[in-house]
C-alpha cells in the first residue's frame, strides 16, 4: 500500500511538472506568436502602403498617359481642321486674285510694285518681267521708268512684276506671288484668328 | 515682317565648305537670313556671317552638297532667322531648324520671334532658388536642380545619358505647385534611333503635351547644329517669359554642336585656339547658356540641363571645361559605374549643383535635406578610400568601422543610385533612402547632422 501510495505521489508530481511545463510553453508560444504578430503587423503595413502607394503612381502615370495623348490628338485633329480651312481661304482668295479686273486701280498697284522694286535694287535700268496678263498694264507704265525694257518672256504668276538688273546678277521677284508668300505666315494668323484660333 | 531685303544675287564667287560667298553685294545684314537656290529650284536656308567690300560670307544650314557657282544664286530675305511661336508649339516636334517634323502643319504664330534671343538684363535676373524635382534620387538628393539653373552633365561615349536625359524630360516636375511646367528638349546629332527613343519616350509617358521636341540626327547636315540650341531656346524663352511657365531645357549633344562650329571655323580659315576649335568657343557657348534664368516680375524661368559628351573621357577638353565655367556646376557620368551596370551612373564626388544650398531645406525641401546630404557625401567618399585599402591590404585587414562604410558605399551604389529607368522617386522617398544609409553608420560616426534630426529619422539596425 505504501509503495503504491509512494508511486502514486511521484506520477502526480510528475505529472502536474509536466503539465505546468506544458502550459508554461504554450504560454510562451502564445506571447512570442503573438510578439511575431505584433512585429510583422508594422512591417504588413508598410509593404501595404508601399503597394497602395505604386498602385497609385501606375495609376497615376497611365491616366497622365491616357490624357496626355487624347489631348494631342484631339489638338492635332484640330490643327489639320484649321490647316484644310485655311487652305480653302487662300485658294479662294487666289482665284479672285488671279481674276481681278486688270483696269483701273490696277495700273496703281503695278506701278507701286515697280516702284518698290526699283528703288530696291536701287537703279531703273532693268529688265521687267510679267504674266500674259499684265503685259499690256506694265507696257503702259514702263515708260516713266527710264532704261527699263520689258522682258518678251512672260513668267508664270497671278501678277505683279519681276526685275533683273542689266548685267543679270540682281533679281527682285515682287509678284503678288512672292509677295503672299513673304507674309504667309501672317496671313494665316490672321485666317486662324477668324476662325477663333491662333491667338 | 518687312518687304525690305527679297533681293537675289545670282553672282557666287566661291563655295568653301559650308559657306558660299557672293559677290557685288549690298545693303546685307550680318546674320540676315539666306535662300540659296539651286538650277533645279531647290531652296536651302542660310545666314550671313560676314559683309563687306561687297561680298557676303553665307553659313548654308542644309550645306552645299550639290551646289554648283553657275546657277546657283542667293536672296537676302531683309530679316534675322525666326521662329514662330505659341502655345501650340507644346506637343510638336520638329526638326533642327524648326520645321515640323510631326506631319502637322507648321504652328500658327502668335509672334515670331529672333532665334538669337534677348540678353537678359543682368540687372533683372532673380537668383535661383525654387527646387525642381527629376524623380531621380542621385540627382534631388545630391546635386538639386532649381529653376533658373543651368546644370550640365557631362558624359563620354556610349554612356547612358541619353536615357538619363530622356527620364529626366519625362519626369521633372515642380512640387506642390500648380505652376505649369514645360520640357523643351533639344536632340542635336543624335543618331536617329536615340530621336526615335526621345519622341516615344515622351508619346508613351503622356509627357509630350507639355513638351516640345528638336530634333537634329545624325545625318543632318552638321551647319543645322548650329541653329538648333537657338531655336529650342527662343521657344523656351517664349513659354517662359510670355506665357509664364517653368520650362526645362533638355540639350544633348552640346558636343555635335562645338564640332559643327569647328567646321564653320575651319571653312573660314580662322585661326584655331585649342583641339581647333574657335578662340571664341567660350563667348558662343555663353550665349547659349545664358539663356537660362529668372527674370524680376516675370512668373516663368529657363532652366537648363545640356548634356556633352567628353571625348576620351577627359574632363580637361575645352568643351567641358568651358561649359563648367559658365554654368553652375556639373553632374558627371563615371565609367566605372557604368561599366558595373549602375543606372544612372553618376559619380557623385565630381559632381555638384552650385545653387544646391538655395533650392533644399524647409519650405522647399525637407530640413534636414542639406545635412543628410553632406553626411552621405562624406560616407561615399570614405567608403571609397576603403575599398583603395582593401584593395591592398584584404578585407580581412580592415577594422569594424571601416567595414560599416564599405557596407554604405554598397547601399549607396544599390539602393540609391540605382535606379530603373521609369521609376520616378519623390523627393521624401529619397531622403528616406539618404537616412537608411546614414543609420548604416554609427551615430558617433554622424558628425554632419543636428541631434534633432538624427532623434527623428535615425533607424538604428
Request: hydrophobic fraction near 35%; proline fraction near 3%.
Amino acid at each position: 500500500m505504501t509503495s503504491n501510495s509512494s508511486l502514486e505521489q511521484a506520477i502526480d508530481k510528475i505529472l502536474k511538472k509536466t503539465e505546468k511545463e506544458i502550459l508554461l510553453d504554450l504560454k510562451n508560444s502564445g506571447s512570442d506568436s503573438k510578439q511575431t504578430l505584433d512585429d510583422s503587423l508594422p512591417k504588413l503595413e508598410q509593404e501595404y502602403d508601399k503597394i497602395i502607394s505604386d498602385g497609385y503612381k501606375e495609376a497615376d502615370k497611365i491616366e497622365k498617359q491616357i490624357i496626355g495623348s487624347s489631348d494631342l490628338d484631339v489638338r492635332n485633329k484640330k490643327l489639320l481642321l484649321l490647316e484644310e480651312g485655311v487652305d480653302k481661304v487662300f485658294s479662294k482668295a487666289l482665284d479672285q486674285i488671279a481674276n481681278t479686273d486688270r483696269s483701273g486701280d490696277y495700273s496703281n498697284l503695278i506701278k507701286t510694285l515697280l516702284d518698290e522694286a526699283t528703288k530696291i535694287l536701287g537703279t531703273t535700268k532693268v529688265t521687267v518681267f510679267t504674266n500674259t496678263k499684265d503685259k499690256d498694264v506694265v507696257k503702259s507704265i514702263l515708260s516713266k521708268y527710264s532704261g527699263a525694257k520689258l522682258s518678251s518672256e512672260t513668267i508664270d504668276c497671278l501678277g505683279g512684276i519681276k526685275i533683273k538688273s542689266k548685267d543679270g546678277t540682281m533679281t527682285f521677284d515682287n509678284t503678288i506671288d512672292a509677295r503672299i508668300e513673304r507674309f504667309k505666315p501672317l496671313i494665316r494668323k490672321e485666317i486662324a484668328s477668324t476662325f477663333g484660333m491662333g491667338n | 515682317m518687312t518687304l525690305e531685303g527679297g533681293v537675289q544675287y545670282s553672282k557666287i564667287a566661291e563655295i568653301k565648305g559650308p559657306l558660299v560667298v557672293v559677290d557685288d553685294v549690298d545693303n546685307a545684314a550680318f546674320d540676315e537670313l539666306v535662300e540659296i537656290e539651286t538650277n533645279e529650284g531647290e531652296r536651302r536656308l542660310g545666314k550671313v556671317l560676314e559683309v563687306g567690300n561687297g561680298k557676303a560670307i553665307v553659313q548654308v544650314f542644309e550645306g552645299t552638297t550639290g551646289l554648283s557657282i553657275a546657277g546657283t544664286s542667293a536672296k537676302f530675305v531683309g530679316k534675322v532667322m525666326e521662329m514662330p511661336v505659341s502655345k501650340e508649339v507644346l506637343g510638336r516636334v520638329f526638326d533642327g531648324l524648326g520645321r515640323p517634323k510631326d506631319g502637322l502643319p507648321d504652328p500658327i504664330a502668335d509672334k515670331f520671334v529672333d532665334i538669337n534671343g534677348e540678353p537678359m538684363n543682368p540687372e533683372q535676373r532673380e537668383y535661383p532658388k525654387d527646387f525642381i524635382q527629376t524623380g531621380i534620387s542621385v540627382i534631388d538628393g545630391l546635386m538639386t536642380l532649381v529653376r533658373g539653373q543651368k546644370l550640365p552633365i557631362f558624359s563620354g561615349s556610349g554612356m547612358s545619358h541619353n536615357l538619363l536625359a530622356a527620364q529626366i524630360a519625362r519626369q521633372a516636375s515642380v512640387v506642390g505647385k500648380q505652376d505649369d511646367f514645360a520640357v523643351v528638349f533639344a536632340a542635336i546629332g543624335v543618331q536617329y534611333s536615340e530621336a526615335e527613343y526621345f519622341r516615344r519616350s515622351l508619346e508613351e509617358s503622356g509627357a509630350l503635351k507639355r513638351s516640345v521636341l528638336f530634333l537634329n540626327t545624325a545625318d543632318d547636315p552638321a551647319i543645322e547644329r548650329i541653329i538648333t540650341p537657338r531655336v529650342a531656346l527662343t521657344v523656351a524663352e517664349y513659354l517662359a517669359f510670355d506665357l509664364g511657365m517653368h520650362v526645362l531645357v533638355v540639350m544633348t549633344d552640346m558636343t555635335n554642336y562645338c564640332e559643327a562650329l569647328r567646321e564653320i571655323s575651319a571653312a573660314r580659315e580662322e585661326v584655331p585656339g585649342r583641339k581647333g576649335y574657335p578662340g571664341y568657343l567660350y563667348t558662343d557657348l555663353s550665349t547659349i547658356y545664358e539663356r537660362a534664368g529668372k527674370l524680376q516680375g516675370r512668373k516663368g524661368s529657363v532652366t537648363q540641363v545640356p548634356i556633352l559628351s567628353m571625348p576620351s573621357d577627359d574632363i580637361t577638353h575645352p568643351i567641358p571645361d568651358l561649359t563648367g565655367y559658365i554654368t553652375e556646376g556639373q553632374i558627371v557620368i563615371g565609367r566605372d559605374l557604368f561599366r558595373q551596370g549602375v543606372y544612372p551612373p553618376i559619380n557623385i564626388l565630381m559632381s555638384l549643383s552650385r545653387l544646391m544650398k538655395d533650392g533644399i531645406g524647409e519650405g522647399s525641401t525637407r530640413a534636414d535635406h542639406s545635412e543628410v546630404a553632406n553626411q552621405v557625401y562624406d560616407a561615399y567618399s570614405r567608403a571609397q578610400e576603403v575599398r583603395a585599402l582593401a584593395g591592398i591590404v584584404g578585407k580581412a585587414g580592415l577594422t569594424e568601422i571601416d567595414l560599416k562604410y564599405m557596407d554604405v558605399g554598397d547601399v549607396f551604389e544599390k539602393e540609391f543610385l540605382t535606379q530603373a529607368i521609369d521609376e520616378n522617386r519623390t523627393i521624401e522617398e529619397t531622403l528616406g533612402i539618404l537616412w537608411k544609409i546614414v543609420s548604416k553608420l554609427p551615430k558617433n560616426e554622424i558628425t554632419k547632422i543636428k541631434d534633432k534630426y538624427i532623434d527623428q529619422y535615425y533607424k538604428e539596425e
